[in-house]
């Protein structure tokens, strides 16, 4: 006979797991079997809020030294923070890897398809002030030109992004 107290039980820990989970996706596992994170869109569009809100309450200084800063609060396991330039298309910050790019004028820049990526970027938010652009680049966890999707938008002068890798397209 079905024990209903046992099958109600297991059906609230099955959904209590789903609706735990439901905010990110799960990790995948790299060639020697560690773990790799893989951030939610939801993740991504929370830490662009609150770099959009921090650009908005402090100096542009401080804001790019906060999303440089790879130990900060603004890179969370693979999502960082990048402000690019809206009138000369200067990387202000990148806390992907600061060193690399922040100062290079970023306008040409294309994935590993040929897309002019920053350009679409931008152009999306001198349009509406915001957008999303899917492109290819490469991932700094997992060593790998992977496909992405970023959502920017503009803050005076400034566009403000944050992308995430998805695990298919």
Do not use: C
Request: charged share 20%; proline share 3%.
């Amino acid at each position: 006979m079905l024990n209903w107290k046992s099958l109600v039980l297991a059906t609230a820990v099955g959904l209590a797991a789903v609706t735990a989970t439901a905010g990110r996706l799960q990790p995948q596992k790299d060639e020697q079997g560690f773990s790799v994170y893989r951030s939610a869109p939801a993740e991504a569009g929370r830490l662009l809020d609150r770099a959009v809100e921090y650009m908005q309450d402090n100096s542009a200084a401080r804001a790019f030294a906060a999303f440089n800063n790879q130990a900060g609060q603004f890179h969370e396991n693979d999502l960082y923070v990048f402000v690019v330039g809206i009138g000369d298309g200067v990387m202000h910050a990148y806390g992907g890897a600061p060193e690399a790019i922040v100062g290079d004028q970023v306008l040409d820049l294309r994935d590993a398809s040929g897309m002019p990526f920053v350009q679409a970027m931008l152009d999306a938010v001198k349009r509406e002030d915001r957008g999303t652009v899917d492109y290819v680049w490469l991932n700094r966890v997992t060593n790998k030109v992977e496909p992405k999707t970023t959502e920017v938008r503009r803050v005076g002068d400034y566009m403000v992004g944050v992308g995430y890798y998805s695990l298919a397209r």
